[in-house]
């Protein structure tokens, strides 16, 4: 069916100026509050989260974890099922990205004992990245939120958390380790920033950063086949990298696996692959609390940002899209086999077998005239088979586990930094962030069209169109928004943005899936070093055009570049603005469009001294109110959950 035509919209609000405040600053005519914030407790019997960094490792299996980021609001109907239309009670699915400081956790930041990190405080660092998920139900007579403590579905999954493999990689040769000999489990998922989410009703969270919690010991490549060592450097783990939070220094045999190296006979016998069990998708059911996660490897493996579904449609494939956020890397797209039947909602993971673990996946070329193609990854097609000499990939397994040398392969096409997308549910059209890359720089890697501009401070965000259909394999492009300063001083103001709507470095996107997805109301984020002496990290919101609604340009540099229809200030406009050296991430509505929920990750990360509690951040405890106990006056700076309504109870943006 076509989509539906649009509606004339517009945005309902002023903007919010620039700001370097320490709080969350909204439009006139909207409020905030404070859902959870890292050490908060989920069920009774703990403590409230002290200032001190006192809590013990163990409480944080019932804590909010560190590091807010990608989340996803899920209705919950009234006999524990997912219900896309319920705005007043929900589950809401939070990634906790990775330990900040660390000021909230220990009592004076992370310590050393000589080399070691005391195991106490490793295990707290542990529990405290992963996934939260929480009940939460409006106040009386409000759209503000809150969380349901003591509800049976609150659920922290962590770096400890056993789960499955799904997928080609499940049970492959090069996942054997240890902990699970037949390559079938993984122990624990890391540095999950943003997320997806299934119309069946279950949580995608997606392994970023897990480099920071994985090392390999010096003379390791003495061990290992010249195709392992190939591997291990393309995905970022050289022979003598230390871990960087150093899991893998206390005493004890349960640290040895953040250590990726050859010590025993067999890899049944140490944790050669250990490193391998990371930088995948993580499906979990929210609503079953009992279920074990999975790690979908069909999804692909690399610095995955998160999970992007398009709408689905009966009797089409799931389509999900993914970036690799680091400085040239790619695009990908999974597609799969199985095709969508409604009746399948509610079915956890098992319809996560069924949608998820069979399908293709590929890597995205865009060229210099605005069109694009999908590059296949699939074992014994192309030249991706065991005689590759850029690198022998054994079967599927290893070609989901190593696709970013298969994308090599291929030629698909290196980014600047993809982060978040979304697909506008008005006509299909794909967007994903390109958030910045100090590395463009025209040399050792040359501008093309998809990625115009030397150095791109301020970052661009891309869209395109599929031709044939969601699944197709070609398509056309353009830039939708040139991040830049309004004065153009870093990236030059390729978009023409003012006062109003101009910012740096995007990351968080999201399409709004409020009235049956048909607004096309797009949010976007940033997560920002490059503006930040003007402005802290702030929210927009835009009311996009389409592919091909404007035209070729040439950059400064003298790259030609296409370019979508200049934005106006009415129709993207800064929401918000949040709290001193934070970035802003994380985004979800109710489906009434009557709350929104955004993350505060990292307020203050660059300086504190815990004699004093003095930090550049004191937030959320100095705009918490009195009446929020849990949050108010407490000196440290927490990543936290806000809740964003409208004080006449109205639609949010639009
Ligand atoms: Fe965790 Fe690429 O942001
Ligand atoms: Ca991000
Ligand atoms: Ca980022
Ligand atoms: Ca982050």
Redesign the pocket.
Known sequence: APAPAPTPKSLNFAAVAKTNADTVSVPAGYQVSILHALGDPMMFGDTSWSDAGTETAESYDRRIGDGH?GMYYFGLSDDGKFDANRSDRGLLCVNHEYVVAPYGLHPAGSTKVGDQRPADEVEKEIRAHGVSVVEVKRKSGSNDMEMVRGSKYNRRVTSATEMDFGGPAAGNAKLVNKLSPDGKLAFGMNNN??NGYTPWGTYLTCEENYLNVIGRAAGDDEQRSASEIVALKRYGLPAGRKNPYGWDTPDGEQYQRWNSKVSGASAAEDHRNSFNTFGWVVEIDPFRPESKPVKRSALGRFNH?GAWPAPAKAGEPIVIYSGD?ARNEYVFKFVSDAKWDPKDINGGTAMGAKYLDKGKLYAAKFNDDGTGQWLELTHGKNGIDDKNTLYPFADQGDVVMHCRLAADFMGATKMDRP??GGVNPLNNEVYMTMTNNSQRDGEKMPLNAANPRKGNTNGHIIRWKEKGGQAGTSFEWDVYLFGAREDGKQSENLSGLTAVNDFSSP??LYFDQRNGQTDGLLWIQT?DGAYTDVTNCMMLAALPGHVGDGGKIKTREGQETIMGAKPTDANVRRFLVGPFDCEI?GVVVTPDGKTLFFNVQHPGEDKGDFTTNTFTSHWPGNQAPASDALHHGHKRPRSATVVVTRTDGGTIGI
């Open positions: 980021d920033c943003a940002e956020d982060e978040w990351d968080g997560d991430t």
